[in-house]
């Protein structure tokens, strides 16, 4: 069969606002591009400019180079949405969502990575967290009334100006097909919209060294952004405590700065940080800014790992320790747990307790073992391959949908 004859490839339309290379969400829309761009036409529609070669060394795509295709909103636009200072009038995300609806016939399939979406009409969304229905719990019983009644909502503030813009509607964003990152995000999705969800979980790239356990330092690792909610300075106190019994642990926090956190208060606190690692440097080391192959490197030598954001919907950084074969130790909230099998042992609620946890894990070889062992069987879940094997079918289910109704 000679090219010529050959079926022309779907179109596919991927939709998030700003696309910088900074935590887990970016790094989900990045790699759902990297899934699709080789057996479709792929299009990404985003308000500010993106730098594909930075997307690609921090998240390990490929994206630089290939027959992607951008549609980002002009500069002038771009000002005038600048003109409204509150970012809480989400009105980048509003504007995507105006040009989605009127482009959307050019595409087979829109897929949108960026939380709740109105593209117009059933496409797929990927949530990391309900966020309209978290910031602005009155908008859903509002932004589908008649425009009189919306422009009284407006009024009394149930609406967001932008929304009107949009022409958002919830009943047609809870007709998509929905994706979510982790059990516990799904549940949050049934609980404000009632609709049901698939769990197809970000993917934790990078190549982690194969080292043997007793090869291992007697250290743990703390990954992610280094933030106050973080809380690696409370993470530094518990691994204090459990070095009165066990005095060779050793503790790596690995992260680089928020860019979303510029205050003085947020300065305080990384310079507090600072010098809690200097003042223990010789157990506790602050690694900042490493690439994301010196971070594998080094997960990949110790045994543990710990997390203690409360509530995180998914948990990057637990799925990057178990791909290393680190054992992780994680509150007991969000979606760390589920990272972890739900096994009791390896989760804390208090200080206390997440002492007493680690130190009877780190007394007992055969519990490590068998934690290791049941950890080694989940390292596929958050593999590459898995998530770009999810995101292709979920995009092939789509396709395949649109032509048994036609």
């Known amino acids: 069969m000679s090219d010529r004859t050959l079926p022309p490839r779907p179109r596919i339309l991927v939709c998030y606002c700003r696309l910088l290379p900074h935590g887990g969400a970016p790094g989900v829309a990045a790699w759902i591009l990297e899934a699709l761009r080789q057996d479709y036409h792929v299009t990404l529609l985003t308000v500010d400019p993106v730098d594909l070669s930075l997307l690609d060394r921090y998240y390990g795509t490929s994206l630089a180079g290939s027959d992607l295709q951008l549609r980002t909103i002009s500069s002038v636009v771009r000002g005038f949405l600048g003109l409204d ?33 109105d593209f117009g009409s059933p496409s797929i969304q990927y949530i990391h967290c309900p966020f309209l229905a978290h910031v602005y ?18 009024s009394k503030g149930e609406i967001r100006p932008w929304m009107l813009v949009a022409d958002y509607s919830f009943d047609r964003m809870k007709a998509n097909r929905t994706l979510v990152n982790s059990d516990w995000t799904g549940q949050w999705v049934k609980s404000v919209y009632g609709i049901d969800s698939t769990t197809v979980h970000p993917p934790a ?16 690792i703390i990954m992610g952004r280094l933030t106050v909610g973080k809380r690696p300075d409370w993470c530094l106190r518990v691994l204090s405590t459990v070095r009165s019994r066990f005095p060779g642990v050793k503790i790596h926090i690995v992260g680089s700065e928020s860019p979303c956190s510029e205050g003085p208060d947020y300065r305080t606190f990384l310079d507090a940080l600072r010098g809690l690692a200097q003042a223990h440097s010789s157990w506790a080391t602050l690694h900042e800014n490493l690439s994301r192959q010196e971070l594998a490197n080094l997960a990949a030598r110790q045994r543990y790992g710990m997390h203690a954001l409360k509530d995180e919907h998914f948990g990057m950084a637990v799925a990057e320790m178990v791909r290393a074969g680190c054992i992780p130790f994680v509150h007991n909230s969000g979606g760390p747990p589920e990272i972890v099998g739900h096994d009791s042992r390896l989760i804390y609620d208090s ?15 055969a519990a490590q073992q068998d934690i290791r062992r049941r950890l080694a069987f989940r390292k596929d879940f958050y593999s590459v391959e898995t998530f770009v094997c999810a995101i292709r079918a979920e995009v092939d289910r789509a396709l395949s949908f649109k032509c048994s109704a036609q």
């Not at 719990?137 to 009189?148: F, K, Y």
């Not at 190549?207 to 743990?220: H, L, M, N, Q, S």
């Open 205 to 220: 790239p990078g190549v982690f060294p194969e080292i043997a356990w007793e090869d291992r330092e007697d250290g743990f």
């Open 85 to 117: 200072p509150d970012p809480g009038s989400i009105q980048k995300h509003m504007y995507l969502m105006r040009v989605s609806k009127r482009i959307r016939h050019q595409y087979d399939v829109v897929m949108g990575a960026d939380n709740e979406g």
């Open 137 to 154: 719990p009155r908008v859903r019983s509002s932004c589908d009334l008649p425009l009189r009644q919306k422009l009284a909502a407006l």
């Open 351 to 365: 200080e206390d307790e997440a002492a007493q946890q680690i130190m009877q894990v780190l007394g007992d070889p």
